[in-house]
């Protein structure tokens, strides 16, 4: 039996590509004790990958050259010599870029919850919505009449922490890039306004819609949008570093915001957190965003690609901004 | 009667000198009801008077040109036309860069705690002692085993702070410029080791004494250092933000920290305060630094010039670090 992987190559600098990646066909050995194999059905892409493939010591170790591309995935059983799973169970886990993947002893794995299709799993309920509700929740209470700002708003997190913000009564403003991304903010997910950056000042954006100051700046991009939203803080405001998209693909870190004395004059508080932090903690939220997602109070948009040669390529839609919500590829149905 | 005030004259574009201030004599007029009239003795010096002159909105209003100059000061009431204060009465405000001042009904004025002196009132139990233990305990929570990194170390409200922190049972690195500065630090005020800014490189420094790098940060200095400790942060870590004075004197706001996303990778917070905002809580600050300091368990250091002449000169010392310690200006003896 053989699979095919997509293998590191080599290191990008700056932006990531298709030739920093390479396709190999290896042989696989039958499973021993203890082992479950996998098929994998979609991949997540997700800006995190991008850090993934740096030489640098992170929150993860760095993809090794010649090793598969690190993904979050969904799959589903195809044979299993562990007592936790089934044939045919639908499963998630860091399944990478490949066709099958082999678990020892399931760990890492997990059972996609009964009724959450994998789509979802990847999505609303996986890793995306997780993020962009304990980000939210955890670093910031958001409350009414307060005035929240998202960047990346029409992305995967971005998207769903501006309904989350919504629904605990805030005022929430979203930043994307494009009018229609903008349009689907206000007329689909509920945004009271949008500024487009890829058209207007996205400091007059900011002056303009949010005259009562920023309480609550849910980042996912850094870089200049980071130092405008610094120039508009209320006071005791939070800041969520959820990600800084901005800078991903640069060969130098940039010089970060020229006015963090800011954070003093406004008693403001700017904190990351890393998602998996928070993975022990997903009955809390799924509690709360199974009804608030399956009455259509909060909406999640997902941007499917297809085809095993087109994992790649896909990567790169969220660094050039076209994905609209989460981006997925589909490499097979369950069967 | 005549009063003598150093008054603004310009505003300082980068460092601030005795050109940016005027001397006036002017004429007193009789006190009016509510009224308390007040001679100043002491003048405390801080860097946050460098802000208090730019043409630029932040926590108070920058003070005017051919305004007084705003400064902490401790005085004793000449004569009093409101009920609270008596002559005679130590008393501690925002009196300014003048020999006298005016209260309207007592407002802006407290009385200096009993058995505290003039210049422990403006220092170790005024707003430096508080800055230092606010800053540190309210926006962290330093445990035994803990790595503390302060900036601006020998400085009034970094020595204090770093000292706060030696109680708690934590180990404590201070940042300072020259080897007496840090002597000082680790012979006298008792912090375990001193990086000498002047003399070695504090990336190097951090790393050499911090190996379980840093779990909290109290910063007075900003730029390059701020960026150099975000190198070295421990998961969870508090960089607390007091101050920032590498920057008050530049005419430019400088680039911030290229290294911000480690407070992702970290799940770290950055956190800034006023202390003005803890002056309600003075007491529960008493309670602590009282005993502390009346048993030596925590030193402080004042350096006090004299004379009115001297009084802008007094405030580049800060800048150029020569004091150590608390900086104060005394203009008379209480009587």
């Known amino acids: 039996m053989k699979n095919q992987q997509w293998q590191l190559k080599t290191r990008p600098q700056g932006l990531i590509g298709e030739e920093h990646f390479e396709r190999v066909v290896c042989e696989m050995t039958d499973l021993a004790e203890g082992q479950v194999l996998v098929k994998n059905l979609y991949l997540s892409f997700d800006p995190t990958q991008r850090g993934w493939v740096n030489d640098m010591e992170s929150y993860m170790p760095p993809v090794a050259i010649g090793e598969v591309m690190r993904a979050g995935t969904v799959g589903q059983v195809v044979s299993s010599k562990c007592s936790d799973f089934d044939e045919g169970d639908l499963v998630q886990g860091l399944g990478g870029w490949q066709e099958f993947f082999v678990s020892e002893q399931g760990i890492g794995l997990s059972k996609v919850p009964e ?6 799993a990847l999505g609303i309920f996986g890793t995306t919505g997780l993020t962009a509700y304990f980000g939210l929740l955890d670093l910031s209470d958001p409350k009414p009449g307060d005035t929240v700002l998202v960047s990346g708003a029409a992305g995967a ?8 913000a919504k629904l605990k009564g805030a005022r929430v403003i979203g930043i994307a890039g494009g009018p229609e991304k903008c349009r689907w903010l206000t007329e689909t997910a509920g945004f009271d306004a949008a500024i487009d950056y890829k058209n207007e000042s996205v400091v007059e954006g900011i002056a303009r819609l949010c005259p009562e100051r920023i309480n609550v700046f849910f980042d996912n991009v850094g870089g200049d949008i980071l130092e405008a939203a610094l120039d508009h803080l209320a006071m005791n405001a939070r800041v969520i570093l959820c990600g800084g998209i901005s800078g991903y693909n640069e060969t130098e870190p940039r010089p970060g915001p020229k006015n963090i004395m ?13 998602v998996i932090d928070y993975l022990s903690r997903i009955g809390e939220f799924l509690n709360d965003m199974l009804p608030w997602y399956r009455s259509g109070q909060i909406v999640h948009l997902e941007d499917v690609q297809e085809g095993f040669d087109n994992i790649p390529s896909t990567l790169q839609r969220l660094f050039s901004g076209q994905n609209l919500g989460k981006q997925l590829l589909k490499l097979a149905e369950p069967e």
């Open 115 to 120: 009724g959450v299709t994998p789509q979802e």
């Open 157 to 164: 997190t971005g998207s769903v922490a501006g309904q989350i």
């Open 262 to 274: 800011n954070l003093v004059i406004t008693r403001s508080r700017m904190e990351g957190f890393i």
